[in-house]
């Protein structure tokens, strides 16, 4: 009887670490874009495939905060690489599935006071998340 209980608490803790919940990295995916027709005043649209959705309480209207994580490598000390996590701008999500949204641009920074990019645009691989006011 003591050798079953056993079992069940083992089980039970077994379970209790196959469920704990673990923190996610969310990312753009993949970026859609209307392809230019060279037309006047042409209205170019873009959507951006970010792996966030309802189960993470993300519905349409939802903002998110998007950053970008830029390593560089110290040569000053012992080549000491140091990751900046570093704000872009920010997407609004316009469609929300369970775990995945598609979101269009709210805001970009790019005043003269915001770090310099090499791609001045939200691109695959940045980071987001739901924007805190």
């Known amino acids: 009887m003591k050798f079953s209980c056993k079992k069940k608490i ?21 970026v859609v874009e209307d392809l230019p027709m060279g037309e006047e005043n042409e209205v170019l649209r873009r959507n951006y495939y970010i792996n966030i959705g309802e189960n993470q309480g993300v519905t349409p209207g939802t903002v998110l905060s998007v950053y970008r994580i830029i390593s560089k490598s110290n040569p000053y000390d012992n080549k000491k690489r140091i990751n900046y996590k570093i704000p872009i701008g920010q997407l609004e999500v316009v469609h929300s599935e369970d775990e995945a949204a598609v979101a269009t641009l709210k805001k970009l920074h790019l005043t003269a006071q915001d770090p310099i990019f090499e791609i001045n645009s939200f691109m695959i691989g940045d980071h987001v998340n739901v924007h805190v006011k």
Request: hydrophobic content about 60%; proline content about 0%; glycine content about 0%.
């Open 10 to 30: 083992v089980l039970l803790v077994m379970l209790t670490f196959a469920f704990t919940i673990q923190a996610r990295d969310h990312l753009i995916y993949s």
